[in-house]
T-cell receptor, first 115, second 114 residues
Framework: GENVEQHPSTLSVQEGDSAVIKCTYS??????FPWYKQELGKRPQLIID?????GEKKDQRIAVTLNKTAKHFSLHITETQPEDSAVYFC??????????????FGKGTKLSVKP | NAGVTQTPKFQVLKTGQSMTLQCAQD?????MSWYRQDPGMGLRLIHY???????DQGEVPNGYNVSRSTTEDFPLRLLSAAPSQTSVYFC?????????????FGDGTRLSIL
C-alpha cells in the first residue's frame, strides 16, 4: 500500500522567511496530493492540492510542486506570518474507476513562525 | 449548510465499554471516512464508505465497526473500548463527482479511555 513520509517534523522560521516542507510517496499510481493545515485543537483544513497532470500550483503565498519521477512533492510558503504557525500534513491518494481514493497522510510538520 | 458534524465533542469511557461516535454531513457526499489522530502519527484511516450500504476497512480497523444506512450518516462504533483507542477521531466526506474531490473534515471527537 501507499506510504507517505514527511520532513521535517518541526520547522522554525523567522517572520518573513520562506518555509519548505517535503513529502515522498511510494505508490507510483498516486495521482492526487493535498496539503492540510491544522491549528491547535481544530480540524484539518485543505490549503492547496495538486493533481499528477500538473507540476506546480500557486495560491498567493502558498505553492506546491510535484516531481512524479522522483515521487516527491513539496509545500512552499513565502513571506511567512505568525498566523502560518500550525501543523501541516501532506497526503496522497489514487483515483481508480472514477471513485475517490483513500488519503494516506504523512506524520505532519509543526511550523513555528517567530515574530 | 453545516458541513460535517461530529458528536460528541468529548467523551471519557472506561475500559470495556462500548459507544458510538456520530458523523453526519449535509452536502450529499458519497464518500465518508473515519480517521484517528495520535501525537506524532498523523491521521490514520480506520474505515471508509463510498456510498450507502458500502463500507470497507482502512489502515487501522481493528476494534472498530461502521455502517452506512443513509448517505448522510456514518457512525463509528467502539465495540469494547481499550486505552490504546484514546485518540482524537475525525470524520471526513467528499463528493465523487469528478476525480479526487477535496475531503471536508468535522471538528473531531476527543476520546479518553480509562
Amino acid at each position: 500500500g501507499e506510504n507517505v513520509e514527511q520532513h521535517p517534523s518541526t520547522l522554525s522560521v523567522q517572520e518573513g522567511d520562506s518555509a519548505v516542507i517535503k513529502c515522498t510517496y511510494s505508490d507510483s499510481a498516486s495521482n492526487y496530493f493535498p496539503w492540510y493545515k491544522q491549528e491547535l485543537g481544530k480540524r484539518p483544513q485543505l490549503i492547496i492540492d495538486i493533481r499528477s497532470n500538473v507540476g506546480e500550483k500557486k495560491d498567493q503565498r502558498i505553492a506546491v510542486t510535484l516531481n512524479k519521477t522522483a515521487k516527491h512533492f513539496s509545500l512552499h510558503i513565502t513571506e511567512t506570518q505568525p498566523e502560518d504557525s500550525a501543523v501541516y500534513f501532506c497526503a496522497a491518494s489514487r483515483n481508480y474507476g472514477g471513485s475517490q481514493g483513500n488519503l494516506i497522510f504523512g506524520k505532519g510538520t509543526k511550523l513555528s513562525v517567530k515574530p | 449548510n453545516a458541513g460535517v458534524t461530529q458528536t460528541p465533542k468529548f467523551q471519557v469511557l472506561k475500559t470495556g465499554q462500548s459507544m458510538t461516535l456520530q458523523c453526519a454531513q449535509d452536502m450529499n457526499h458519497e464518500y465518508m471516512s473515519w480517521y484517528r489522530q495520535d501525537p506524532g502519527m498523523g491521521l490514520r484511516l480506520i474505515h471508509y464508505s463510498v456510498g450507502a450500504g458500502i463500507t470497507d476497512q482502512g489502515e487501522v480497523p481493528n476494534g472498530y465497526n461502521v455502517s452506512r444506512s443513509t448517505t448522510e450518516d456514518f457512525p463509528l462504533r467502539l465495540l469494547s473500548a481499550a486505552p490504546s483507542q484514546t485518540s482524537v477521531y475525525f470524520c471526513a466526506s467528499s463528493s465523487r463527482d469528478g476525480y479526487n474531490q477535496p475531503q471536508h473534515f468535522g471538528d473531531g471527537t476527543r476520546l479518553s479511555i480509562l
